[in-house]
């Protein structure tokens, strides 16, 4: 028997926690996450030069968000860190106040429940890899990923970044998506 | 939107523009672009989920401690309410994002004649970019025309060819300033695109460009 890393299980216990509250509006398991991603929202606010009062208070906003959407959270397309970082982007972008960001076209539930926590478990350990790919990058690289996701480029000054471990990634979502365009026939 | 044409889709969004609106940093008219590209295609809808996943890896890095009460204030504030269950778009010409900007679908859109038959329709977007519909009609070219920025053009119904290649419904063509074209639109059917661009069209030839100041284009 091998041991879990204690890192795994903590990310599994973020997947369960996440479809806890989505399925029995679980109010505990909320708290759990709450204590996991609040400070990382605020953080990335603040990164995003947010002041720290205004980062704080969007930051339960963005929590409360993630209840108040739990429905539309399917754990086959996105780990829980993704999709807590889509609700603080829109949060960012509407506190600028300037570039409104249509959503694409929805494509309404996920597919089977016991499936996607399957495919979700799958997800997470290649979003996993992406993070530890990301922690190995070139200084100069990283820190233009990073300026780029805290808003401190626009879309001129990102070079192409080739050469980003996205491809397993990449079909795995591709095989969610498919399987979702399948089960709406 | 029709599943069946996803896969005919042979020109897509560039991973730049797929890591700025996954960033969320793109202007908006861009922003409609890329929405309404990825409505119809599902290979740029998985990179971009991709790249989303870079936007979750950068979140679980950095934290900042939440005050006390913060918890507490945000659990009195959830929602106890059954939530809305999510309906698919009605499917439509357009993609869902730009109906939204048109008040409808094609035949919501405001056209104005620019001249040669060719029509177009400013969409209310930020002053970063702009963005507008297009009618080409068949067998018409839209003047030919360099860039001084980025432009994006989306191919919405018929098809148009230029100096580059053909592109379809759901093919979105980039142009940068090194691009001087003249698209055509197929002989077949009437060309509707959504165009967006992030500094004025430069004209090359006399009429167009005295004109440009009215055509806002």
Known sequence: ?185 | MQWGERMTIKHHLTEQLLMGYAAGTLPEAFNLVVASHLSMCDDCRATLAAYEEIGGALLEEAGVAMSTGGLDSALARLDTRAPEPVRPAAPGALPAPLRSYVGGDVDAIRWRSVGGGVKQAILPTSESASARLLFIPAGAAVPDHGHRGMELTLVLQGAFADETDRFVRGDVEVADQDLEHMPVADIGADCICLAATDAPLRFTSLIPRLLQPFLKI
Request: aromatic share 6%; charged share 30%.
């Open chain 1, 1 to 185: 028997m091998t041991e879990t890393p204690p890192e795994e299980t903590e990310k599994a216990i973020l997947i369960s926690d996440m479809l806890r509250v989505r399925d029995q509006r679980d109010r505990a398991a909320f708290a759990r996450l709450f204590g996991h991603f609040a400070p990382r929202v605020k953080g990335f606010l603040i990164r995003a030069g947010s002041d720290p009062a205004v980062a704080e208070d969007c930051a339960q906003d963005v929590m409360v968000t993630v209840w108040n959407k739990a429905h539309l959270y399917d754990p086959a397309r996105a780990s829980v860190a993704t999709w807590v970082f889509t609700i603080a982007r829109n949060r960012r972008i509407d506190l600028a106040r300037r570039d409104r960001r249509p959503e694409p076209e929805d494509l309404g539930w996920g597919p089977e429940p016991e499936t996607a926590q399957e495919d979700g478990l799958v997800l997470q350990q290649e979003s996993d890899r992406l993070g530890v790919a990301l922690k190995g990058l070139p200084e100069a690289q990283r820190e233009l990923i990073e300026k780029c996701y805290f808003g401190d480029l626009s879309h001129r000054e990102i070079a192409d970044v080739t050469g980003l471990p996205l491809g397993t990634i990449k079909s795995r979502i591709r095989l969610a998506l498919d399987k979702l365009r399948h089960a709406m026939g």
